[in-house]
């Protein structure tokens, strides 16, 4: 079995900054691609940014230059640093990854991290 912990959320002002984690934990083989995810009130969940092996990154259009993703192979650990937070950002934030467990792949999805950009 394998978990995804999201943690960094919160209330940032407008402009403001915040970092998401998401931490991988159990009987981990291997990991393929990571991603964040987002679902604001009332919407669908979206795509927003992922990494791949060689730290090829993908970012939807809407925080391009404002968002960073990272991810640190060594603790299995993925991270969304945002810059310049805009109200419409406020979302819900999931974490997304492959893992090789127990000799096969499997996606997995982390609980959410809420992030509220208000003044």
């Known amino acids: 079995q394998a978990h995804l912990a999201e943690s960094g959320g919160g209330l940032a002002h407008p402009g403001g900054s915040l970092r998401l984690s998401c931490q991988a934990s159990?009987?981990?083989?291997?990991?393929?691609?990571m991603a964040w995810y987002r679902q604001a009130p009332g919407k669908e969940r979206e795509f927003v940014a992922n990494i791949k092996s060689g730290n090829i990154v993908n970012y939807t259009d809407s925080v391009k230059g404002l968002f960073i993703i990272s991810r640190e192979y060594d603790k299995h650990a993925l991270n969304l640093q945002m810059h310049r937070l805009k109200p419409e950002d406020t979302a819900v934030y999931y974490c997304?990854?492959?893992?090789?467990?127990?000799?096969?792949?499997?996606?997995?999805w982390g609980q959410g991290t809420q992030v509220t950009v208000s003044s």
């Open positions: 159990g009987n981990i083989f291997g990991i393929g691609i």
């Open positions: 997304f990854t492959e893992l090789l467990v127990g000799g096969s792949w499997s996606s997995s």
